[in-house]
């Protein structure tokens, strides 16, 4: 293999003699990158063995739990190793061998529908998608954001199991649930007061299938530049959807320290004091 050194400006080794050896290589490369190599194997054979596992019907019945049937799709789909459209034909074809109605792949068909019209907003919008699509429902002004992430979230040591957990998993994995990049996000967001755009640029650094488009406009979803209000948790939905996985080892959970601890109202009045009812 050539080193780094002898290749041609602004390319990479593409072949190695092992697994560890391309994360030698990608080190000496990269040596202020977080992380090591992601678990998650890419390539067309991947792709293809992962289609043909979905279960529509259990992604639909459990797809917002951690531990629920997702399809692991999304990184064979944003580097176009998958098309939606092949996705979606694989979804027929499940629902014709299954004898299932097409309700009971409703839900999939849904998420890839709305893939398809992030990607499609992104071609109208162009780096617009990193500008705020309206303002803020928080009742916050603008400047009250900060502009960086600190360094306890970037080094998953804020002291929340949940937190720290979900910022491990992106650093280490390059992959997070939806579920969790939505309290992530909103923690960030609203718990933080970061703006949005800092959290994007964070998850775009490390989600093997991130992309501008989903990522975004998610992250603005959750901030309410893009959303009638904004998105937020509190410690039950978390525990209802980790399984209790977080909570039950978390020291702020056992301390009474929580800050997710409350009802919707109570989040609401503390979290957005100055935001207009919706």
Excluded at 263 to 274: D, I, K, T
Aim: charged fraction near 20%; glycine fraction near 8%.
């Amino acid at each position: 293999m050539r080193s780094g050194d002898s290749l041609p400006p602004g390319d990479l080794p593409r072949q190695f003699a092992s697994r560890d050896g391309m994360e030698a290589t990608l080190r000496q490369l990269f040596p202020q990158a977080p992380g090591g190599l992601s678990p998650i194997q890419g390539g067309r054979r991947a792709a293809e063995a992962a289609l043909a596992a979905i279960d529509p019907a259990a992604y639909g019945r459990s797809r917002n739990h951690l531990d629920g049937a997702v399809t692991r799709l999304s990184p064979h789909i944003r580097h176009g190793v998958l098309s939606l459209v092949e996705v979606r034909e694989a979804v027929f074809a499940w629902l014709a061998r299954s004898g299932q109605p097409p309700v009971a792949a409703q839900k999939l068909i849904n998420e890839l529908g709305w893939r398809d019209y992030w990607q499609r907003l992104w071609r109208q919008l162009g780096d617009g998608i990193w500008r705020d699509q309206e303002p803020l429902k928080t009742g916050h002004p603008p400047e009250r954001y900060a502009a960086a992430l600190p360094d306890d979230l970037l080094e998953a040591r804020t002291g929340l199991a949940c937190m720290d957990g979900f910022a491990s998993e992106l650093i280490h994995t390059g992959w997070l649930h939806n579920h969790a990049r939505m309290w992530l996000a909103a923690y960030v967001v609203h718990w933080r007061l970061i703006q949005w755009q800092a959290g994007a640029r964070w998850f775009l650094q490390h989600l093997l299938d991130g992309d501008p488009a989903s990522n975004n406009l998610s992250w603005q979803w959750v901030a309410s530049s893009f959303s009638s209000k904004p998105y937020m948790f509190n410690r039950e939905n978390l525990e209802r959807f980790s399984s209790g996985r977080y909570c039950s080892a978390c020291a702020a959970a056992s301390e009474g320290t929580c800050p997710f601890e409350a009802s919707y109202e109570q989040l609401q009045a503390h979290l957005f004091p100055g935001a207009s009812p919706c």
